[in-house]
């Protein structure tokens, strides 16, 4: 089945470390996106990526990498230099053929920082 | 400045009847689209509803519609005849731009959560 994947579902790290959340998508879409969600504040953008090899700073990009290598495969990194990095992480794709362009989303990720 | 507003954080309705989310958004692209999006408790993220900015008839999906008002800038999603299974947090979207230029990305707003009342 097409779909996007994302890993792990769940994830505890230790203030100072850094993490790599995956996500792969078999969809053949151009663009990915990262968002996170924080209760009350909506979907904030992240990252976007429109074309392999080169991606955007969305609204909160400070602490966070990406990579786009792939077309397939967006991974982000939350590094120690993210203050509250605790959230719901949702990454997401999309088509510019389409009509309506509109985003698919993986299940999430859910990080924990103890 | 916050893009996509949407003002009910909270609504309550008595299931059957029909209800309305509002959205208001701010841009100066002629050049736009404006999503819906439903998202149940298990997280998970699903497409309802799309409308073009050069859309000459609001669009309408099922029991889903979109009114949009261009002049106002409002883009409100309707719900006829509420069913329980429709409680949920639902985000209204837009993206600047056609969808394949480096800059055009998709915005989202801080959501309403519905409560459908048996």
């Known amino acids: 089945d097409g779909g996007i994947t994302q890993s792990p579902k769940y994830l505890f790290r230790k203030e100072g470390q850094n993490v790599t959340l995956s996500c792969e998508q078999n969809?053949?879409?151009?663009?990915m996106y990262w968002y996170r969600q924080d209760p009350g504040q909506g979907l904030r953008l992240i990252y976007y990526?429109?074309?392999?090899?080169?991606?955007q700073k969305g609204d909160i990009a400070e602490g966070y990498s990406v990579s786009r290598e792939k077309k397939e495969s967006f991974p982000l990194t939350v590094t120690s230099a993210q203050k509250n990095p605790t959230a719901f992480y949702l990454c997401?794709?999309?088509?510019?053929?389409?009509?309506?362009?509109?985003?698919?989303f993986g299940e999430g990720s859910r990080l924990t920082v103890l | 400045a916050q893009k996509i507003t949407q003002t009910q954080p909270g609504m309550f309705v008595q299931e059957k009847e029909a209800v309305t989310l509002d959205c208001t958004y701010d841009?100066?692209?002629?050049?736009?689209?404006l999503f819906w999006y439903k998202q149940p408790s298990s997280g998970e993220m699903i497409f309802l509803i799309y409308?073009?900015?050069?859309?000459?008839q609001n669009a309408t999906e099922g029991r889903y519609s979109l009114n949009f008002q261009k002049a106002r800038k409002s883009a409100n999603l309707v719900i006829s005849a509420s069913q329980l299974g429709d409680s949920a947090m639902y985000f209204c979207?837009?993206?600047?731009?056609?969808?394949?230029?480096?800059?055009?990305?998709?915005?989202f707003g801080k959501g309403t959560r519905l409560h459908i009342l048996p």
């Open positions: 990526s429109q074309i392999v090899n080169d991606f």
């Open positions: 997401a794709s999309s088509n510019w053929g389409t009509n309506t362009g509109e985003l698919f």
């Open positions: 841009t100066s692209d002629p050049s736009y689209g």
């Open positions: 969809l053949n879409h151009d663009a």
């Open positions: 979207a837009m993206r600047e731009g056609l969808g394949w230029n480096r800059d055009d990305k998709i915005i």
């Open positions: 409308q073009g900015s050069y859309d000459q």
